[in-house]
């Protein structure tokens, strides 16, 4: 899913608004960096997605 940010300039995948300052902050999904994890890969490090992130950072995420 993708949302709209303000102002016109674009979307993204999660839009988040700070209570304390109302800054719109976002992380959007890198479609093209988007790579399956097989049983091959069971016990490796891998790269299986990257984030463009502008105001927040992911400290956590359980792919599904």
Do not use: H, W
Not at 30 to 35: F, L
Not at 36 to 59: H, M
């Amino acid at each position: 899913d993708s949302a709209p940010l303000k102002g016109g300039r674009g979307s993204a995948t999660m839009v988040q608004k700070c209570k304390l300052c109302s800054r719109e902050n976002s992380i959007d999904i890198i479609s093209q960096t988007i790579k399956p994890y097989n049983a091959e890969d069971s016990e490796k490090f891998k790269t299986i997605v990257e984030f463009e992130c502008r105001g927040l950072e992911p400290v956590d995420f359980q792919p599904q």
